[in-house]
């Protein structure tokens, strides 16, 4: 079956610092990928997807790249605020399906 | 910008009682799901519908889930009788395509 596994958190880091989020998947056939983001108190906010290999899916800052050789879809910001404290979300859906499969999630603090 | 908006945000209920958690899609949207999230636990897929009917569901979507779409509008999940593991946050979501989804604020359900 499809599974996705995140690096476990929490994260905690200093405003400007670089954030990376590790995801890897494991899927039949060709997913496609996406990273969710839920702030404190809010629902899951759909941050940024890829639908095939090399795609790179960006917003916000953000940026992740789907690696099909190597199963990942890491998540990256380059200068983080404090801003981006919230709980991040790797997921794929099947394109038989499309029902979403979701990683366990990362919780990121980001300090001033 | 339009969203998937939930009601209740909270809602608590005895054991044995039924729940109607509600959804309001965004308006153009076509393909609708729930999922659930117990406290400490990945975000789980429940049930997906299109076209008036359920096209997915999961093994956790027995005979006590139901889903309608009663109005056009609005997309219900009804729980005939909840049970203590019911407990959880229940999100509603919806997109245009199968491929991407956008998610209400959730509904947190606390079964006594």
């Known amino acids: 079956g499809n599974s996705v596994t995140q690096m476990e958190g929490p994260v905690t880091l200093s405003e400007e610092a670089f954030l990376t989020i590790n995801c890897t998947y494991t899927a039949t056939g060709y997913p496609s990928l996406f990273w969710y983001v839920q702030y404190p108190g809010e629902g899951l906010q759909l941050l940024l997807k890829?639908?095939?290999?090399?795609d790179k899916g960006s917003n916000k800052g953000f940026e992740a790249t789907y690696r099909k050789e190597t199963t990942s879809f890491h998540l990256e910001k380059g200068s983080v605020q404090v801003s981006d404290s919230a709980v991040y979300f790797c997921?794929?859906?099947?394109?038989?399906?499309?029902?979403?499969?979701f990683g366990a999630g990362t919780t990121v603090t980001v300090r001033a | 910008e339009p969203e998937v908006t939930q009601t209740p945000s909270h809602q608590v209920t005895q054991m044995g009682q039924e729940v109607i958690l509600r959804c309001v899609p965004i308006s153009n949207h076509l393909y609708f799901y729930w999922y659930r999230q117990i406290l400490g636990q990945k975000v789980e897929f429940l049930v997906s519908?299109?076209?008036?009917?359920?096209?997915?569901k999961s093994e956790i979507f027995d005979d006590q889930f139901s889903v309608e779409r009663p109005d056009g509008s609005n997309f219900t999940l009804k729980i005939r009788s909840t049970k203590l593991e019911d407990s959880a946050m229940y999100f509603c979501?919806?997109?245009?395509?199968?491929?991407?989804?956008?998610f209400g604020p959730g509904t947190r359900l606390l079964v006594l």
């Open positions: 979501a919806s997109g245009v395509t199968q491929e991407t989804q956008y």
């Open positions: 890829a639908t095939k290999a090399d």
């Open positions: 519908f299109y076209n008036n009917e359920i096209s997915e």
């Open positions: 997921a794929l859906s099947d394109r038989n399906d499309y029902k979403l499969s």
